[in-house]
């Protein structure tokens, strides 16, 4: 009956009983109605028809009210629909004598006829559940209709009898509800609608409602609209020759409300392009909404003054890969832009039948909030006291109350003035915490803590690279990737190790493992890694530190210096886009005069990445005396170095030096003595 939501899933219902059947003056008619709040429906205590509604006439023929509500519905139906619609219109009703069977309950229920209830606005019939919807509320108590509590909250504190308002805004538990009673509204609202379906009382149905779009504004700052209205050949098109129209730069504003442009006469006046009489051009301008829509094209050729955008440009770039934005943005800038570009594409304009590919919505920043019951909202980080002794107001120290932790925004005052914290702490240290402190589709909550511990991490960096040294200059990478020790190359591994995951935290990946899932009749496993994942990142590069700095601890870097450097200049490139101020200047001290941003993205070696150590066989005089394990490929010298310093062939050695050894490569090792 009632469409309390203009979208989502709801159900129709038509009774395919007769709705009055145990009243022998029903007939047996049935009425159809929308809800989306079948969890309710054992609430509903009336119904209200449109004036308008095509079974009144029927329903009240004969009756003793009849004469009563057709003078009711006559005065009603000459009332404007606008203000029959207004949220503070005066509900008027009347009983029109006849009642309703409730599908649920099979009671019978009474039919009103309502001004507030439109037959344009879902059927023009209402499923009225007053403990559950305010409006319904209001009328049931106005007309002393039964109100039946049929969804208890949390605290199960309702009661119909003492009720003020109706209970509409949150689910709950059904109560009185038959069969459904115990289930929560969710789970009521499938259960009760597959019983309807089943009972073939109705069926599920999703609508979809696009509403209108009012796109002109009264302002002077806005886009001109390219109409011209003559007296005689009404409607005029600015030609397309005269395009853009452009906005004059002498309007007053005058602060007295109405567009500024309607008082600029020679703005305002111009000769019709048909008649070259007397015209006048739009004076409205575009909502900011209408060029948001296509904007996206705009940039691929700005400088092309032809048209909006060009053609080879729009086809090659054609949709946007990825969109970022406030989930605000979803229902109204996105949609626009989708239908912008469906038309522009059936313009023939564009070959693109999507503007963007990937949505990225990213969650709020978010702080607590404090109230002063005198001074209102409190900027958070001026309350002064403490978690045990309570906080206090910074003007009058009242107590501060601590509200609960909310989107930032000005009304509330929970905001961080990001002025401050880059004084105290420096743009790289804002940067680095709100990237590392939630993935970015989630709410990030701001706190002190978060935003020390990234600027510690950046001092620690910071006294890595400025205590040291670095005398080379050449590509390390390549000259040391055959002569590393087994230290260095364990050091190496972190290091491509680290290249890998930040560029894929960063970029996305997909990666298929051959034989993972063998078991499972697959012989391919797929993964896929989203990107934007700064967090993981920032913590990829937390650890990548700590393991540089404890490879120090245990010894100097000694023939493993390059591997040293290079795991330095990879730690600063890597954080290069999340702390590109210091970045920039830790990359000069490491001896490298160009701009870190000019820098080629590291690329990992797969074949660093193995962590896969071989053993190599030892044998004293072709007899097998011990074994070793070691990285595979590493050098002649350093395999000899490790055998012959192995504790088991020293003790065989006892002091004597090998005549000869010899080494099969990544085998074995064969020392003659
Ligand atoms: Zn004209
Ligand atoms: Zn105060």
Redesign the pocket.
Known sequence: MTKRRSDGEGWGARSSRPLADPLPEGGGRSVRIFTTRQDTLFGATFVTLAPEHPLVDEIIRGKEKAAGVRAFVDRIKKQDKAVRTADDLEKEGIFTGAHALNPMTREPIPIWIGNFVLMEYGTGAIMCVPAHDQRDFEFARKYGIPIRLVIQNPAASLDAKTLTAAYSEEDGRLVDSGAFSGMTSEEAREKIADFIVSEKLGSRKINYKLRDWGISRQRYWGTPIPILY?D??GT?PVPYADLPVTLPQNVSLTGKGGSPLRENKSFLNVK?P??A?E?QRETDTMDTFVDSSWYFLRYLSPKFDAAPFGRKEADYWMPVDQYIGGIEHAVLHLLYARFFTKVIRDLGLVKSDEPFTNLLTQGMVCMETYRCEVHGWLIPLEVVGSEKGGWRCPQCGRPAERGRVEKMSKSKKNIVDPEQLIAKFGADTARLFSLFAAPPEKDLEWNDAGVEGASRFLNRVWRLVAGRAFHDSGDSVKSIRSDATRRGAALRRATHRTIQKVTEDLEGSHTETPGALAESGSNVSSVRHRPFQFNTAVAALMEFYNTITEWQREGAAGEDEPILNEAIRTLILLLSPFAPHIAEELWMKTGRPDSVFNQPWPKWDESFLKTDEITIVIQINGKLRSQIRIPPGLEEEDVRGLALSDGRVKEWMKDRSPKNVIYVRDKLVNIVI
């Open positions: 003559c005689s050949c005029v019709c048909k008649c009489g015209a």
